[in-house]
């Protein structure tokens, strides 16, 4: 986001947004989905995409409306789970591996689950 020192213009630019990451968790091999949820309904207030939006999602950050939804429903193809791959991130808890079994036992019977290998090589 840049604004100018008068505040006349604000400009956003989402499109790199969650596209890229450090080279070193290439190894990762992970698929980035970004899903853009605004705050306050900035579509229905927009009149001119180009002139407007910027400016309507400002003043909504700037005024912390809440979001207009409350949840998203990402509609997938029914065999989407059937060659799932699913790497535990490096700081995955052994309750959290547990959950994540579980809700492929469920949803996801023949999902492989793997450790990061990045697990043990971290430190925050």
């Known amino acids: 986001m840049k604004i100018t020192p008068t505040y006349e213009t604000v400009t956003f630019s989402t499109r790199t947004l ?8 290439k190894i990762e091999e992970e ?27 400002y003043e909504a950050l700037k005024n912390n409306l809440p979001n207009s939804i409350t949840h998203y429903d990402l509609h997938l193809k029914e065999d989407v789970f059937e060659s799932l791959d699913i790497v535990l991130g490096p700081m995955c808890s052994k309750g959290e591996q547990i959950i994540v079994e579980a809700l492929c036992a469920k949803y996801a019977p023949d ?9 043990g090589n971290l430190r925050f």
């Open 18 to 25: 969650g596209a890229y990451k450090n080279k070193r968790w």
């Open 111 to 119: 999902a492989r689950i793997n450790m990061s290998c990045l697990q």
């Open 31 to 57: 698929t980035r989905y970004v899903l853009l949820i605004l705050p306050g309904r900035v579509f229905k207030q927009v009149k001119s995409f180009n002139t407007d939006f910027s400016q309507c999602i």
